[in-house]
């Protein structure tokens, strides 16, 4: 003979199981990340690659100048570019990071330099 709390507790469970698997789809539903769309295109733009001395010493690095005036720094700038007398005009398309790097002196409120990865690059 079954007591009332444990027939209670079956019936529980069982309510519970049946509603189960519509819980737990919306929880995964809820819980995935969103996809980013990112619609910046990968036009070429012209450039120029500058050294702006070492970041230790509150210099940029090495950057680059699009002709909009924005500085930008790259992640992946090619070895032929890394020398300190570097002042190349360039055609690149860059792709953007969606990350900012605070070199040099920078003010307070400064949201910092935009980072971006080289999809392509030539000397002009």
């Known amino acids: ?8 507790l079956e019936i529980s469970i069982v ?11 919306l929880l ?3 819980f995935q990340p969103g996809c980013k769309r990112n619609n910046d295109t990968v036009a070429e733009v012209t450039a ?3 050294y702006g001395g070492e970041p230790a010493a509150d210099g940029f690095g090495y950057y680059i100048r699009l002709n909009s005036s924005e500085v930008v720094i790259p992640i992946n700038l090619p070895s032929t570019y890394r020398h300190t007398d570097v002042n190349d005009s360039v055609a690149v398309r860059l ?7 605070h070199l040099g002196y920078t003010e ?3 949201m910092g330099l935009r ?3 080289i999809a392509t690059i030539r000397k002009l």
């Open 1 to 8: 003979m079954k007591s009332k709390i444990h027939e209670l």
């Open 15 to 25: 309510r519970v199981s049946k509603k189960l698997p519509g819980l737990l789809l």
């Open 28 to 30: 995964i539903i809820a």
């Open 48 to 50: 120029n690659v500058r």
């Open 95 to 101: 792709i953007d990071v969606g990350k900012r790097f």
């Open 108 to 110: 307070p409120n400064s």
């Open 115 to 117: 980072g971006v990865y």
